[in-house]
């Protein structure tokens, strides 16, 4: 009696924990908005410390005026990358309203056609590649308007978001501190040294990671716009620059970057000749793209990364490839801030371990 009494307090335990698993998760779901603005806003507040940081300590500024002049810095620059991308899609949306659809059409049919014969003269069976017969029966470019539409209406909905991030931003960086003795004051008093040294070296070394990987993008956006100006490509600015941001997925990043980068430079060179202007002018600036890869894969990446967060390049690798094969790209994109985590972490809570005192040994 008394044992199938304990088995149904558990059973209705464990009901009772799943209930309120599911209802969190729930909740989560339905806050995801102010979430992703938090996750944001730590961000920002971690590449911002160390510009308070300067600003406090070589320039004097009190601890207020050093955070609305770091957010300043966020604003101009988020402004910059607006008024970059925002008369580009007004402009295109302008022309492709006004553009005669048949045309482009028969623009991609012509330059289905000097695919089909450039295949076809080097020995390759083009209707086992191409089947233009269904091409432009099935191709429809209505939608492109419509489409720049909503990513005008999505930007414009993205004003709040933003609003909304830049005001937490200001109160993590301009209260950090306080929020430091807060928790101090809440966490258990026999692990409370330990876990705010932990989040303070948490702190130090995601905000070095996040400035190493601005630098690490700045790097290939200039390295790709110079590939792009010497072939002379149209937009080279946009371009090198939507292809860098995708090198924060790595690995795979740059192999989507190199794939958008020729799509684009095909588009720009429409109505040239396949093999003597659009096919060599596609692999020139491919070939740009790879020795870009090859140097900041080889060069940059490593020094930026391994420097930044105190680990072995051969372990960043690792620990990028195991989270992708677990979690996918956006395992990929957290591998090393969250590694960074868990070192730290285990340094504090486990230093007598030999694995842990292996991989913290430059922390």
């Known amino acids: 009696m008394m044992n199938s009494k304990i088995i149904g307090n558990g059973i209705v335990r464990g009901v009772l924990i799943l209930a309120g698993i599911v209802l969190l ?46 957010l300043l810095v966020f604003v101009l620059i988020i402004a910059g990358f607006v008024m970059m991308f925002i008369p580009l899609v007004l402009n295109q949306g302008q022309n492709l309203s006004i553009l005669n659809i048949q045309s482009i059409e028969t623009t991609i049919t012509n330059l289905t056609d000097q695919v089909t014969v450039f295949l076809d003269g080097h020995g ?40 909304s991030v830049l005001f937490i931003t200001f109160f993590f960086l301009k209260d950090r501190l306080l929020f430091t003795r807060m928790s101090k004051s809440i966490l258990p008093e026999e692990h409370s040294d330990r876990i705010i040294h932990s989040l303070d070296k948490i702190n130090h070394l995601l905000s070095r990671y996040f400035i190493g990987l601005l630098l690490q993008l700045f790097i290939v956006f200039i390295l790709y716009l110079i590939v792009l100006l010497i072939f002379g490509i149209d937009n080279a600015f946009v371009i090198a620059f939507l292809c860098a941001v995708l090198n924060i997925i790595p690995y795979i990043g740059p192999l989507i970057a190199s794939v958008l980068a020729a799509i684009l430079t095909m588009i720009n060179n429409l109505g040239g000749d396949f093999q003597t202007e659009i096919l060599p002018t596609t692999i020139y600036v491919m070939i740009g793209f790879w020795i870009v890869q090859v140097i900041d894969n080889n060069v940059s990446q490593p020094f930026i990364f391994s420097n930044s967060v105190n680990s072995h390049p051969l372990e960043i690798f690792l620990v990028i490839l195991i989270a992708g094969f677990l979690f996918g790209i956006m395992g990929m994109i957290i591998a090393v ?25 430059n922390i």
Do not use: H
């Open 124 to 163: 390759m069976d083009s209707s086992k590649i191409l089947k233009p017969s269904n091409l432009t029966s099935q191709l429809n470019l209505n939608f492109i308007p419509n489409f720049l539409n909503s990513i005008l209406a999505t930007v414009s909905s993205f004003g709040m978001g933003l609003a």
């Open 25 to 70: 998760l729930y909740v989560l779901y339905l806050i995801q908005s102010v979430l992703i603005y938090l996750v944001v806003s730590l961000i920002l507040t971690l590449i911002g410390i160390p510009i308070i940081a300067f600003l406090r300590k070589r320039l004097k500024f009190n601890n207020i005026f050093a955070t609305i002049t770091t």
């Open 337 to 361: 801030p969250l590694y960074t985590i868990l070192k730290v972490v285990g340094k504090e809570f486990l230093p007598d371990n030999k694995i842990v005192q292996i991989l913290t040994k």
